[in-house]
């Protein structure tokens, strides 16, 4: 698979950082004790010679936020959806960011609507969707903001998210 490089002044990279930021101080407000951690400063705290591209591709597989939740550490990747109808999806990330403490956090272009989906089901439903090349598929917007094991709001993931812990 290969590595597509993250181009930081594109219109897509900083509408993605400020929906990033936007939820990770939501995040932060909501539940105040908690230590939320941007991932890819997780990662270089704890080896401060890690290089821009190694981040990246740690971030692939751990998202964008981080947090310690009852001793388990907790992933969730932010997308945001520029388009009206679809949305990227990188391949690399949809085979790597599974597990039972990762979720997706999607945003839309216009709109303050939020869906936060489990990571093992996002995956095994995007993987009925034909890829558009070797680095991504497009989802449609409404399989996202309709999916029943979808949450609409940080709250809601809360809940859910520990409801066992």
Not at 61 to 72: P, V
């Amino acid at each position: 698979m290969s590595y597509t490089p993250f181009k930081p002044k594109s219109k897509r990279a900083i509408a993605g950082l400020a929906f990033q930021q936007t939820v990770f101080e939501s995040f932060t407000s909501k539940f105040p004790n908690i230590a939320f951690e941007m991932t890819w400063d997780f990662f270089k705290s704890k080896n401060p010679d890690l290089a821009d591209r190694e981040l990246a591709i740690i971030e692939k597989t751990n998202g964008d936020i981080t947090y310690l939740y009852n001793g388990e550490r907790h992933y969730v990747e932010c997308c945001f959806a520029m388009g009206t109808t679809v949305s990227r999806l990188c391949e690399m990330k949809r085979r790597k960011f599974v597990g039972k403490n990762k979720w997706y956090c999607y945003g839309f272009a216009g709109s303050n609507e939020l869906v936060l989906m489990p990571s093992l089901v996002w995956k095994n439903y995007t993987k009925q969707i034909v890829p558009a090349d070797k680095s991504c598929r497009m989802v449609p917007l409404s399989s996202i903001r309709n999916l029943k094991a979808g949450c609409s709001s940080i709250e809601e993931y809360w809940s859910r998210a520990h409801q066992d812990k």
